[in-house]
């Protein structure tokens, strides 16, 4: 913590606290593990429930060259705010905005050909006549987005040479995704890699020269060093989140959670035993007790899937989601306990005092961390701490 970061005492229902200082040391580390490599940012659905504007201006303090998002106007946002530097975006449907795109100097990311048409079509009508800037996906095996090879990767990649040299696009980058970086040894990792650098070949050897080849997101540039190449695109890790207990907590990698969410206990009331609790009585008090209300829902995110089993601490100890949770709140048994109304619940954060994390909640819901935090509803404000660079 610096000395100018405002104390976070402000009587909120609830906050998500956005440590940025805990981002730009992320991003720090992430580019210690791939030294030869850029590291883009991924700021997508808000920089996964973070804040975009905040979270990108920090990452790029902290070194990263790229900004990254699945649709245009998510990139189209960070340039209007005055995000410098080069900025991909991946998601496009029929119709554009192909041609703001290129006039706000976007990358943008081409799967087929009907997209190559669009982009090129968009980049003979802008007023500056600056070239598109293309990046080919190709699918080496997620089965999701990106150009199949074989025929249809040397259709696009033709085409997109033909538009190259008639000045319309300039063919900036060449990239994949992958579909089990987080399970270190899926023989799907060695067979993808293999098909990106046979789908690089094939368009090299044509004439194709890329400034960037990538695949690695934030489990591979985590553990898999030869999927570097010349740029990693890393999302959750930037959170200091682990993609997935499986390869190891964030301290394993240097990296810390960086939001902490918490709210302020609303009601504390005692009750004999054997009544019931929440929606649908899902909960019956054991005894004679004490109940804390809660003032979050699934309306800001809390799942509702992680009724009677999400953990939350007040007063330094884990309580458990007492059962539905509600659209707006959800009530935890004290056991006895009277803490003062206002006393903060932390659901979660980086887990050093005691706290549980968004992993903690995932396992709860039976999801990933990705989704706790990337849900966190519009309705809870986010607290930046540490905005200065001296962290
Ligand atoms: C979301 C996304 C990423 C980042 O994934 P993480 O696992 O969060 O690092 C990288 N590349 C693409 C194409 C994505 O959609």
Redesign the pocket.
């Known amino acids: 913590m610096t000395e100018n970061a405002p104390p976070p005492t402000a009587p909120l229902r609830a906050r998500a606290e956005i440590d940025l200082a805990a981002l730009r040391a992320n991003v720090r580390a992430l580019r210690a593990l791939a030294p030869g490599a850029e590291l ?1 940012a ?1 700021v ?1 659905s808000d920089a ?1 429930g973070h804040g975009a504007l905040p979270c990108a201006r920090a990452a790029v303090e902290a070194g990263a060259t790229w900004l ?1 998002t ?1 649709t245009p106007e998510e990139a189209l946002a960070l340039r209007a705010a005055g995000l410098p530097g080069r900025i991909m975006c ?2 496009w449907t029929p119709g554009g905005p192909w041609r703001e795109a290129i006039e706000a100097d976007l990358d943008v990311s081409v799967s087929g050909m009907w997209a190559l048409d669009e982009v090129t079509s968009a980049a003979r009508q802008t007023r500056t006549g600056t070239p598109a800037r293309v990046q080919l996906k190709a699918d080496t095996g997620l089965g999701r ?1 990106g150009c199949q090879p074989g025929d249809d990767w040397a259709e696009l990649v033709d085409a997109a040479l033909r538009a190259e040299w008639e000045g319309l696009i300039r063919i900036t980058g060449l ?1 994949s ?1 992958f579909a089990c ?2 399970e270190p040894g899926h023989p799907s990792i060695e067979a993808q890699l293999t098909r990106f650098r046979e789908m690089l070949s094939y368009a090299e050897n044509l004439g194709v020269r890329p400034e960037v080849r990538h695949i690695a ?3 591979a ?1 985590l553990t898999l060093p030869e999927s570097h190449f010349d740029l990693v ?6 959170y200091g989140i682990s ?1 997935s207990p499986e390869i190891g907590g964030p301290a394993d990698f240097g990296l810390r959670p960086v939001m902490t969410l918490s709210a302020s206990v609303a009601l504390v009331k005692h009750v004999p035993g054997g009544h019931g609790v929440s929606y649908g009585h899902h909960y019956t008090t054991p005894g004679e007790t004490t109940l804390g209300l809660v003032p979050v829902g699934y309306a800001d995110g809390i799942p509702r899937h992680a009724s009677g089993t999400g953990p939350v601490m007040i007063g330094g100890k884990w309580r458990t989601v007492a059962g539905r949770v509600a659209m707006d709140q959800f009530v935890v048994d004290l056991g006895g306990d009277e803490p003062a109304t206002g006393t903060e619940a932390v659901l979660f954060g980086p887990g050093d005092r005691g706290e549980p994390t968004a992993e903690d909640w995932a396992q709860a819901a039976g999801t990933i961390a ?1 989704e706790i935090v990337t849900r966190i509803g519009t309705r809870v404000p986010r607290v930046y701490v540490n905005e200065g660079q001296a962290g």
């Open positions: 883009m991924v997508k996964y990254g699945a991946w998601l987005g990239w995704h970086a987080d997101n934030s489990p540039t695109r890393a999302g959750i890790a930037v993609p990705y």
